[in-house]
């Protein structure tokens, strides 16, 4: 299948497209890829020549960013994959949707003694729906993947708040 138009990050590092990458390994590649396009060595090449080095550095940056962080790389893999699937299925559960305002307003009145057990619930729940994305697009049933990344955003928009309120708390 061909992704959407624009660069695929696992095309531009070289890695297959999978969410299951070794993550040490996709940095050591990284490294070598832009230490070898790096326009600090490529100085005494021709103008077209650096503005062909910056653009292929500016890739490789641009794919590490994406490839690096697990919910990206989902995302970056059901684009790929079936392109419309994200747009297709932005609207979520109403149920769902409840639940996700139940969880902000936990987070928003919760008081320090209960941060530690509500931060790990959130990071288990964050893990869970990952792994959800996993056994979705393994199936490849990237409809499924897309609706649970929308879903995502909530959960890990409300580890953030949460973090941001352990953050604040402490001096």
């Not at 990458?21 to 396009?37: F, G, K, N, P, T």
């Not at 641009?62 to 932005?90: M, N, T, Y």
Request: charged content about 30%; proline content about 4%.
């Amino acid at each position: 299948m061909n992704g959407p138009i624009g660069l695929d990050p696992f095309t531009v590092l070289g890695v297959e497209h999978r969410l299951d990458l070794d993550v040490r390994a996709l940095e050591r590649r990284y490294m070598r890829m832009s230490r070898e396009c790096h326009p600090d060595l490529k100085r005494a090449a021709g103008a077209a020549d650096c503005a062909a080095v910056l653009a292929r550095s500016a890739e490789i940056n641009d794919a590490w960013h994406v490839l690096s962080d697990r919910w990206e790389r989902a995302r970056a893999l059901v684009l790929f994959r079936e392109p419309e699937a994200l747009d297709g299925h932005r609207r979520l559960d109403p149920e769902f949707l409840a639940t996700a305002l139940e969880l902000a307003e936990e987070v928003a009145l919760a008081a320090a003694a209960d941060f530690g057990s509500l931060r790990q619930r959130l990071l288990t729940s964050c893990d869970g729906v990952f792994a959800d994305i996993v056994r979705a697009c393994a199936e490849g049933d990237y409809a499924s993947a897309a609706r649970r990344l929308h879903e995502s955003r909530y959960v890990r928009k409300a580890l953030a708040d949460l973090e941001a309120k352990i953050e604040a708390a402490c001096p």
